[in-house]
């Protein structure tokens, strides 16, 4: 059994996106629920996902658990996992890490390219590492079974996180910065450190994490992943397409500025190219997720290793990561009653 | 086996009653969550309750199913589920009642003494009965799973209630107007309609809603709930104590007054005596249920009848009620994976 998860995508859902999802076999997915909303505002974005819940229960429902992945597999449907890119949706409150695991949130990024309550992000000049309020919400996250995501965080931070975390942590969506050196991809230093504690990389297909942008071929994005494997295992890569169907250009401005400038910020992109870049030809929406497999056996992995990449190490971090600390990985696989 | 249950209470919770709840051999008690607070506060309140989960696992534990009443006797604790005596804490907002489900809330009035969003409290000069959100409300806490609670509303709302919900409601404490005629006891017409629809009655030891006040004797109580089985059979009653331990006055002040008048309103109470009433001396805390089914006892009740009142009654209808419309009552007592 070789399940297929991808570790973030932010798209414009829709019936039409849910139905690729089910043609693309994609048995599970960590949706990003949070920019920059603050507790209530996330709460209306789960409300959002509820309605999609009950009107579409043939195509997708709300995963919990591991276990809902095979729950998924076996009614052939695709779990839908919350994520945050942000810790605003807990404002200064500690307890709303209990609350939000509760309504389901299971990965949330201590940063979104500024400095937080907690910690640094990756387009702050000065890197700090974890704040007092950020140790404590880290040691929280553990408790409760939550996934600390350094996606968009400063070096430092994302170390100190490593370091700090006592259970695995995260990068759902950034690509190795060796192979191109994008702010948002990551040293060899943070790689490694995820390979040697069990936590997760998933290879961005975002087009500004790509050599070449959205130029970049299959071949140069497999071998990226091999070189990868070849330096640090295969036990510990997914991938995070970071897919973006169909928003609109505003939502890429309201990921760069929230409500925390009134200028225009660029982010990754530049005046010339404020807007979503193009996806990469081969990988259009979910329904190509057999490209990539394919690309992945014709770089010389194994059936095994494709398998692992294409999800079956993300299961596994899921079965380990989403219960309360202590539990066993059988008793967080349980599924909770519907 | 036979499980002993109380349908409400509003303690000022501390360590000691949560010893005296372990002391009485309480199973699973339905506290009160909320009485003026919005969705913010209630989830800041849910948050209090999380802390206290925390520090006392030996004691209690949330509850969400009604499994968990066994897991409670099993593993020597009390379930405590979550119930709001006013819809203010979905505000204008119908999704609400699916986030805070899911959060564990299980009861919520629809009103509370005054006009609400959703129907008249029994304190109004006019009762129009549902509102349209009512309407609405009623049928997504029917396909959700939480219990709509009529205890402090207006005769004829509470009638609409039971007539336009598809699922058994509850009055979880009050007692039978007939008995003693206060503004918050029921009609025989609401108490014929409750054992008529799977319904539950929950008898309040609140003083107020008790003939002679704090000097109820507990043959007269009990005399009381025989004469209401007389008239309409024991299949759907419980205790509902209405305990407001250790609350000051200030407590019973903000249940009444919340924030929506300036002035002093007196509710039960008078301005004599504006503060908490005393309970009888035969019923202090959780300790004392045993005299209530020795009470029941005396008064002639069998003892299948006794255990039936004092919690089988509430855990037959926990496990009809907390689950998803058209699951089975067995699919609705599984635990939710903790």
Known sequence: MSYLIDGLQYSNWSEEIFRQLRAGGVDAVHVTLVYHENFRETVANIERWNRWFERWPDLIFQGFTAADIAHA???????????????????????????????????????????????????????????????????????????VDMSHSGERSTLAALDHSTRPIAITHANPALWHPARRNKSDAVIGALAQTGGMLGFSLYPHHLKDGSACSLAEFCSMIARTAERFGTHFLGIGTDLCQNQPDSVVEWMRTGRWTKAVDYGEGSKDAPGFPAMPAWFRDNRDFGTI????????????????????????????SFGAAGQGAEAQGKRAAE
Chains 1, 2 share one sequence.
Do not use: K
């Open 293 to 320: 497999a394919d690309g992945l056996r014709a770089t010389g992995f194994s059936g095994t290793e494709v398998a692992a990449i294409m999800g079956g190490n993300w299961a596994r971090f899921f079965a380990a």
């Open 73 to 147: 597999r076996a009614t052939g449907r695709t779990a839908i996992f919350f994520g945050s890119q942000n810790p605003s949706c807990i404002e200064d409150d500690i307890g709303l890490v209990e609350v939000l695991h509760r309504l389901g949130l299971r990965f949330m990024q201590l940063t979104y390219n500024n400095q937080s309550l907690l910690a640094t992000g990756c387009y702050e000049a000065e890197d700090t590492g974890l704040t007092r309020m950020g140790r404590e919400v880290v040691a929280e996250m553990n408790r409760i079974g939550m996934v």
